[in-house]
């Protein structure tokens, strides 16, 4: 079996929402996705289904060259799993992408950091809480914590979790990372 490499994005795009969670933070990033290829044409994660609403949300999947991610910054992390653990985290998100309409936005798991009171609800997830199960879920990272409470911050300390761009999203290119 080859091992596989998979890319977590943390990003800040600079909405009113993200400023609003960055006063909290005080983290640079506050945005977490997960994707399969270096070239970031499928991104996943949770948040706003539409640019002009950030109250209207569930699993997405992103364009990171668009749109709310047009101006932003970010840092893409690389980590090399088995090919075992790369077949569970693509059926667990497949699985979210099927049925994707039963998923919500978790605004009440936000909250409930800000008290450090573990909070989950049934089919709702805010961005990192995603990415954050589908690494406990695929066997990768077994976090020290409740994973409704797994900030952007705490994926960026996984220690076997490697910075391979950091910068303007508009300005990453596939052949910045692969001559790393």
Not at 58 to 71: A, P, T
Not at 101 to 115: E, P, S, T
Not at 174 to 180: A, D, R
């Amino acid at each position: 079996m080859q091992n596989k490499k998979v890319y977590i994005l943390l990003t800040d795009t600079g909405t009113v929402f993200t400023r609003l969670i960055r006063l909290y933070t005080r983290k640079p990033y506050n945005h977490a996705s997960i994707s399969f290829d270096p070239s970031l044409e499928r991104v996943y994660s949770f948040g706003r289904k539409t640019a002009k609403n950030p109250f209207i949300g569930g699993f997405v999947q992103e364009d990171v060259k668009n749109g709310l991610f047009k101006q932003a910054t970010g840092v893409l992390l690389s980590f090399t799993i088995t090919e075992q653990q790369w077949q569970q985290m693509r059926a667990y998100i497949q699985q979210l992408e099927e049925e994707k309409d039963k998923y919500r936005y978790n605004f009440l798991g936000l909250i409930a950091i800000i008290f450090n009171m573990p909070f989950n609800r049934k089919n709702a997830f805010f961005c990192s809480q995603f990415v954050a199960s589908v690494l406990k879920e695929s066997d990768i990272v077994d976090f020290d914590k409740p994973i409704s409470l797994v900030t952007p911050h705490d994926l960026q300390q996984v220690n076997h979790f490697q910075a391979i761009y950091q910068g303007k999203l508009k300005d990453y290119k596939l052949q910045t990372v692969q001559n790393l």
